[in-house]
């Protein structure tokens, strides 16, 4: 008895052979899957020879990845550069530049018009738009570079935001080399903070700082002395807390 299939799965059947015999094509050059079945590469992206491809991947456009790359599982990439030894995990980019051996993610996102320099660290849940990030920067998690220029060197703590939008304009700040910046900083573009200089965490910087500088931008903290107790607050949270239990 003849089985006939419809004209979607016979579709279906032909992109699956097509993007096997895509992928196998890289293999054959060197290029490493986790599962030739499991990843999306267009024609025309390029891959050096030892790179890993891992499941659910999805890299199109012009995309170019150098030699000993990780591109990890879930990862989706698109008219990217990226350099030899980059580690990719569960991170999106687009249409951006990655250096040599610099990590991104997990759930990264580096956005249009980004270059990344050489040995640096988009952490998790970083977010990198139309920025220049500098080499050996590190930007480890929780924190969005927006219309900036990182220098290279420069420390970003858990936190800091490059507030970038004043509602109407987009606008640029600068970092220079060495700079640190501590957690839970605004950097309220547009500022320049000079090479060497330090954001104290919790600041908002809403003006320039020189190089080498210290920016403290805090109110001195106070403690109540039994506050919670005086509004009868204490004990009725600990009751809660111990009913839940």
Not at 168 to 187: L, Q
Request: glycine share 16%; proline share 2%.
């Amino acid at each position: 008895m003849a089985i006939f299939k419809s004209e979607i799965e016979q579709e279906y059947e032909a992109k699956t052979q097509r993007r096997r015999r895509l992928n196998l094509a890289f293999a054959e050059k060197g290029v490493v899957f986790f599962d030739l079945d499991q990843a999306l590469v267009e024609e025309g992206v390029r891959i050096g020879a030892g790179t890993y491809i891992g499941p659910a991947a999805i890299i199109t456009g012009r995309t170019a990845i150098g030699e000993n790359c990780v591109i990890g599982q879930g990862c989706r990439i698109d008219n990217c550069e990226i350099a030899d030894g980059v580690e990719l995990d569960h991170s999106v980019l687009k249409d951006s530049k990655i250096g040599e051996k610099t990590t991104v993610g997990p759930f990264a996102y580096v956005r249009p018009g980004s270059v990344v320099g050489r040995r640096c660290r988009i952490g998790d849940f970083v977010e990198v738009k139309n920025s220049q990030i500098g080499d050996d920067t590190k930007v480890s998690h929780l924190s969005y570079i927006g219309d900036s220029e990182l220098g290279a060197g420069v420390n970003v703590g858990c936190g800091v935001v490059f507030v970038n939008y004043d509602g109407a304009e987009k606008h640029r700040s600068t970092v220079g080399d060495g700079a640190f910046i501590g957690c839970n900083a605004n950097i309220v573009s547009p500022v320049s903070i000079g090479a060497g200089s330090y954001i104290a965490a919790g600041g908002t910087v809403t003006r320039d700082v020189p190089p080498g500088a210290l920016f403290v931008a805090r109110d001195k903290g106070r403690n109540i002395e039994g506050w919670a107790g005086r509004r009868g607050l204490l004990g009725s949270r600990l009751e809660k807390q111990g009913g839940q239990e």
